[in-house]
């Protein structure tokens, strides 16, 4: 039989910062298609809609609220949080009744919408560094005020684009939930940082954005010489994973990506949180999230669906958290073969393993081929 | 401020199984809807579609290949699958070559469909439990003869229903991937039940079998007489969470549910596997599955989208895996609301916790008052 090749047998790959398998079917990619097709969104808007509850001067979904006439970003309190700041606490259970198996924990909060331009029609993808960098700003400041609520442990800043990702309005803006918790994610992968921190004595992340430069080296080594390298088979898949990147971050395809097209923004230097940037890191992370977002939307020429979060420290001034913390955010596209296929993660990947077709590499070297000049005004 | 509440205040509940934490946002059930809203399935389809790959006699999606003219159930190997028998073994990593971070391995396995009856129009919804018996048995052969397979350490049998889970064909149908590892999901649920064990020198199932048993005949008393149950405010939500159940299984919303209307099929008994179920469990698991599927389908008059799947024993010979394992099946459907109005996995559940509006007692309600009688045939 002829040697494994990554780009069409079947293996799993280790995701360290979940501490969990992924399984990968790159030969899979040639079945056909016979599931249900989503309307790309490729729709022109207009820069103002009078029926939005987001746009400037228009009524909130809560009567009798209207929002001002806003020039760059603005915050509200979400109408319909998941997390409240003032309810009752909840009695702990006596050691007689308490049950490992019917644990609970009342949990408060405060959640809130940062809009994040006046204009209905522009996207992160479609706004320049300028419009973005206020975005950044408005995420500092309001992680720093929740930061000195004592109950307040957590800052998770996400956004939802796209009705694909159940996102009802087409406005550009974010949600940021703050809990009293640590969410489970961000918990997990602190958890899993602290073992490879006390097992190895660095960050976690700031190997991986080493092994991914010295990858990146040797894939553009490799290339620049005729010799194949397929001379000696690889007991780890060629090529880059970084799609693009600048002095102070990095946007990868991780090499344990479970969705198609998903990417990892890791800040280059060690940095615990956003408000720790300097000027010239806050410019440079506005700069990666045009050229990310922009080359979603040239992949498949359309609004690019997926949920953005960012992972920072916890607001918990537990200081070993602090110290783990290495800023990134994650982006979760659903976005299959083209614009109208989606990923489901059904079946198999939630009572198996999360699973996908395309390579990592692949799916990266298809992104690194996209313009950072959007298709709409190119 | 009031006591606590469950019905209305936010919580976060443990899932022993997975041992991670759940969001229950209670109050948002008030939240008027804006989202998208796909169709509901209540098609009527013929008995046998001259199209569908899957009906007996009919060409199948692989070139050349026909199906027989199957009278109860049908089973083939996936034409396009996820994991192949053969293919070369991969090299193991150098100790100088091994990075944590890069940490892969190669996945040999063979996967297949199960067609449940040849009639085109029917599911588990509206199969008798005379049809739905022979379906559990071919479940057990196949188990039986991969078993048997060197290479083949876990079997995991699932079932996709709907257009929202991704099914293409709404013939009745379930898959088997049967892998070389074990995958994501069992593997940690079995982690998980070993701590239990240690721990509590107990099967965490049987336990749990145990502690709903208590919650229902607690409702039950309080239901009985006349006085409310919440002069004491109580440490852990009142109510049954058992939706139906005979001699050897009980379904139930879990404690720790994640989608709305989730329910969890516990073998009474201590069963390793499907395979050591006698006759009369075997029967048995026939009519909870008529019973939990027909609920499902009545819920909101429709053909009601599900991912379900079967957790037993692995296929590994490992004996502590045996002793750990017990029987039960995780039903995972996506509706929240209606029949139209799907929840989605996305931005905070994705970054940062599973999270839920609808409590499981209040689920568990709603399906214990839906008819066992389908709404077709009433
Ligand atoms: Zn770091
Ligand atoms: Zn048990």
Known sequence: MSSFDFT????????????????????????PWQGKEDEPDTKQRPSYDPSCYLCPTNSRASAGLKNPDYKETYVFENDFPAVQQDQPVLAVA???????????????????????????????????????????????????DLQSKPHINHVQIFENKGEMMGCSNPHPHCQVWSTE????????????????QEKHHRCMLCDYVETETKADQKAKAVAATTSSSSATPSTTPDGSRIV?????????????????????????????????????????LANIIRRITCRYDN??????????????????????????????????????????????????????????????EQAAKRLMDCSEVHYKSA
Chains 1, 2 share one sequence.
């Open 8 to 31: 069409s047998h079947s293996h799993r790959r280790f995701n360290p910062l979940t501490n969990s398998w992924v399984l990968c079917s790159p030969h899979r990619t040639k079945r």
């Open 299 to 360: 992949l498949f020429k359309c609004s690019f669906p997926y949920s953005m979060g960012i992972h920072q420290a916890p607001t918990n001034g537990n200081t070993d958290h602090e110290k783990l913390s290495h800023l990134h955010l994650h982006f979760y596209p659903p976005l299959l073969r083209s614009a109208s296929v989606k990923k489901f993660l059904v079946g198999f990947e939630l009572l198996g393993q999360a699973q996908r077709d395309i390579t990592p």
């Open 244 to 284: 693009c990147e600048n002095d102070s971050f990095m946007c990868v395809v991780p090499f344990w990506a479970t969705w198609p097209f998903e990417t990892l923004v890791l800040s280059k230097q060690h940095l615990a949180r956003l408000s720790d940037a300097t000027p010239a890191q806050r410019q440079d």
């Open 94 to 144: 006596s050691q007689d009744d308490f049950n490992p198996l019917l644990q609970t924990e009342s949990i408060r909060g405060q959640c809130f919408v940062i809009c994040f331009s006046p204009k209905h029609d522009k996207t992160l993808a479609d706004m320049s560094e300028t419009e973005i960098l206020p975005v950044i700003q408005t995420w500092i400041d309001l992680y720093n």
């Open 181 to 196: 918790d640590v969410p489970e994610e961000p918990a997990v992968e602190l958890k899993n940082m602290q073992v490879y």
